[in-house]
């Protein structure tokens, strides 16, 4: 592969709430099995992309374990590998990652000592799957400077937290927001982008002697005019989890068989790294219905239209509805949880009745199992 891939996984998001208060975006649980981080790390391996660099600053412990063996998505070579880059202070800079941009150009010695052509800048907050050899022959047949891939989203979706694009008939962009209140377009940018190496190298430098530090409005969208930048659109699934609406309506997609069959049954597959845990367990009284249950699991209520993730215990007579439960929840006996989003590690005492009823409700607890 003539292209190096750089995972941008250092950010936060209000939107998340509750949810990024003990982890990073990028190390949320997707899916049953998966992190985030784990769809824009498979495509780099699917596309056969040999060194990849990962961005990490905020609460980045979980996401770091995560990442602590590059085996998983098999870039345990010689000629490439996994790296993992945290904000570092030097005797030039004390500064924690200022934006995209500066995140880039914090570590743009990594840069300037790889000698692929190309790179490959994406997040690690998107569930989707991608050949990066595809968007990188596209680049070059359109003689880009910087190629953004696009999707198309439903009229009905709010576009106000993504980047926003206009493109001509010749898929060049004309016109880029970030963030608009009112959006003249419904085409928005995945936050994938590709583009030359030393090029990269070159606005990073010029941004940083101006205190530019955001890449998408102190770069792409500063450049428009000059620069060649053209979308490549997406067609098949996408979705950006960093909002808790999107989060729980993602996993609430893995419950439809083309999304599963997908992900989980179609080449290439998504890789994660792989927990020793028995498989579920059902119960005499368990009935589930229409849901994801993980590795380590025991049920003995009902289970429907839910994600159940790793070492989930439901107790007798529970219902479980409409809900995502993350790992290692213990729920007692009698409990009814339904429009929730169960945090990890929490204990949910007998008898209890949790409703997200005008919005999804974040169910945050103690682990009692834990405490002295």
């Known amino acids: 592969m003539k292209a190096l891939g750089i995972i941008l996984a250092g950010g936060n998001n209000y939107r998340m709430r509750e949810l990024s208060e003990k982890r990073a975006i990028a190390a949320m649980p997707v899916g049953g099995g998966f992190r985030a981080i784990d769809f824009a790390l498979s495509n780099m391996s699917n596309s056969h992309i040999q060194r990849v660099a990962v961005l990490t600053q905020y609460n980045s412990r979980s996401l770091n374990e995560h990442l602590n063996s590059s085996k998983w998505w098999d870039f345990g070579r010689k000629q490439g590998g996994l790296y993992i880059f945290t904000p570092t202070i030097t005797a030039e800079n004390g500064n924690w990652y200022r934006g995209t941009a500066d995140a880039l150009a914090q570590n743009i010695d990594f840069l300037k000592r790889s000698h692929e052509p190309y790179v490959i800048v994406a997040g ?67 936050g994938i982008y590709v583009l030359r190496r030393r090029q990269l190298i070159e606005m990073l430098e010029k941004s940083m002697q101006e205190h530019r530090f955001d890449f998408v409005t102190d770069i792409l969208i500063r450049y428009k005019n000059l620069k060649q930048i053209y979308g490549y659109k997406l067609e098949n699934y996408w979705s950006n989890i960093a909002s808790v609406e999107s989060y729980y309506q993602t996993n609430m997609d893995f419950l439809k068989p083309e999304i599963r069959n997908y992900f989980f049954h179609q080449e290439p597959y998504i890789y994660s790294k792989v927990d020793d845990l028995a498989p579920a367990k059902y119960n005499t009284g368990a009935e589930v219905r229409n849901s994801l249950v993980a590795s380590g699991c025991i049920i003995n209520g009902t289970v429907e239209n839910s ?65 002295m």
């Open 124 to 190: 690690g907050d998107c569930v989707y799957k991608l050949d990066y050899n595809k968007v990188l022959d596209y680049h070059i047949q359109k003689k880009a400077d910087i190629t953004i891939v696009c999707k198309d989203v439903p009229m009905t979706e709010d576009v106000s937290r993504f980047g926003v694009v206009q493109m001509n008939e010749e898929s060049r962009i004309v016109d880029f927001e970030e963030k608009p209140m009112v959006a003249q377009s419904h085409t928005v940018s995945t």
């Open 307 to 371: 994600v159940l993730f790793k070492q989930v215990f439901v107790g007798k007579n529970c219902v479980i509805k409409n809900s995502i439960i993350l790992n290692d929840v213990y729920i007692g006996d009698n409990t009814h949880i339904e429009n929730c989003i169960v945090e990890s590690r929490d204990t949910i005492c007998a008898n209890t009745y949790l409703c997200g009823e005008d919005e999804v409700k974040i169910v945050r607890g103690h682990n009692e199992r834990y405490i």
